[in-house]
């Protein structure tokens, strides 16, 4: 954020030069408004357990806690950018993937504008939400509501298994022993700083979550949906359960799809899907994005249209599966873009 | 957000002209930078857990999940909105109280504009975080890392516990057998969209929340910092960690303070308390508020400056212990926007 900074070397002016340019160069972003609502959610009643007394706060003053009665479960959060210059002729979703939030469309890791920004400075009003049970949506005690055991992944986790690189397994190590994969785009400096965006997820709440951006469908659409990862199933079901108002899919590597027996519901929605790089060298990849694009087949055998954008075809290379963070993440939202401006949903 | 609301009564229609009033009086909000990361976290290992086969997505391919091995914990989510003219002459940290998140300062429950906003309008530079555990910052395995479990609140607990009304108990009821107290300035109509922000928390996860609100402090101040409830023991302490750095503390109803012995360390940063209505006659807020005056008595003994001001006093009636929800949550915005002024905080 700082306006001006200095540096001690040629090197270093070179690199302030190009840094201050692209800092300078950005316009401020004028909101007509901005906020946050929460959507969705159903009460679940809990019974038989007895009552606690608890000390909220060292020193404080003990309040009985009674865990038995009524909770709220399955809420979703949903916070809106409405930008004052509005050129989306509609508003943008952004829905996450697994073990993250909203978080991912906001600054990079290594501390660069992510989509969030882009697309508002584009001019669509952007609405990102965290999934049932992750960020500010809230989640719900186990298995007394949610029906399993949450999953953590450890430091390494994401490192093979988003493509980023190899050599560490599920284990963290010293980041001088990963190696990244060649060509990678991703910002190795931020992989440390993205695994702090990692909450947990379960893997037995998916109708609650699908019901949740339902709900968001009907309090803020019609709309374009654009999701990623896990969230594949999600914007596609969503999309089933309200076609009439969802005008365009945009699914960035879904590794979920839809209802296939449903497939058709779907003709009427401009479905873009796109694809990173490392893809055919992996273990399992090669099958998530078999059955995306074979999701994709059925819904243009139904008479729909589907556009698939393998990056590296294109001559987009590096990418990981966090398309929005790597490097090169404003050339891959320009693919985006162009693409929703080629479907007149762009003024 | 629709510019224009048509309506098919005369009073709906009065109603309309209001409502439209109102928005057409906002003016955009000009950002010149806006963002989030993460601070603070450390690393801690576990070993000895089996290995699991987990298909993250219906239909996807299985992965195996390793849950031994090295985990990130204790980090926390900032989100920054940064004026394009700026006023307040430092940044203001916003830290919510316990069970909840950053929602605290957003829209309403009842979608009034909240505290951030309005502070951001008056051109302050906005840091609103979610304490560690919470919301986006994530949370961690229990017993295993965070060492007790989760403590979760009913739909009715906060209903007399946070001076809105009385008849819930910790049980929900049907929202017509609630009786608000007399004159309250919290949205009725919002409780139940009140409930959809609450979150988990621990009991036990202090020292970890401290440590990472330090390292917001060293990544962001000078500032001053506004807190709230459980978030008072937060506030103090962090600035008596970093007594150089933190240039003024907003209490609005703290729930804990500092540490007394070391009192003196704030001397030189001045002190608002704040307290709403309703308190003489609950069952813990008198003990509550009495706790922090006299935490602020002795940093005036060691020469510091501390303004206590009961809301009912200066004539603003029917305060919740959620002022920033209230209907009256800009006029006790403006009690502490006029605080700020008068300690010079604003050009």
Known sequence: MPAIRLSRSGIGALATALWCTATIAQEPIT???????????RYVEISGKPVKDVVFTPGGVPAKVDPNGT??????????????????????????????????????????????NWFLRKGWP?????????????????????????????????????????????????PTKRRQLPGSQFPAEGYDAWVKQVVPRWTTTDPETIDAYIAEVDR????????????????????????????????????????????????????LMIFGDYIEQDA??????????????????AGGAVDVIDLPKVGITG???????????????????????????YR
Chains 1, 2 share one sequence.
């Open 31 to 41: 909101l007509k408004d901005l906020g946050s609502f929460h959507v969705g959610g």
């Open 126 to 174: 952007v609405y990102n939400s965290d999934a049932v049970e992750r960020g500010r949506s809230g989640w719900s005690m186990f298995p007394d509501i949610f029906k399993s055991e949450p999953i953590f992944l450890t430091t390494g986790n994401g490192y093979e298994r988003f493509r980023i690189g190899e050599g560490v397994g599920s284990f963290n190590q010293a």
């Open 220 to 271: 803020v659409c019609p709309c374009v949906i654009l999701f990623h990862s896990q969230a594949g199933q999600f914007g596609f079901k969503v999309a089933q359960a309200r076609p009439e108002k969802v005008k365009a899919l945009v699914a960035v590597e879904p590794a979920g799809i839809g209802d296939p027996a449903k497939a058709a519901d779907l003709k009427g929605i401009p479905v």
């Open 319 to 345: 990418n990981s599966h966090l398309l929005m963070m790597d490097k090169n993440n404003l050339e891959v939202a320009a693919v985006i873009q162009n693409w929703f401006e080629a479907k007149g949903l």
């Open 284 to 301: 399992r990849w090669p099958a998530i994005r078999k059955n995306a694009v074979e999701f994709g087949d059925r819904i243009k055998a």
């Open 71 to 116: 909770y709220l479960t399955g809420q979703m959060y949903v916070q809106y950018f409405i930008p004052q210059n509005q050129r989306g002729t509609l508003p943008l979703l952004l829905w996450h993937g697994g073990n993250l939030t909203g978080v991912t469309y906001e600054t990079t890791p290594d501390g660069r504008e992510g989509w969030l």
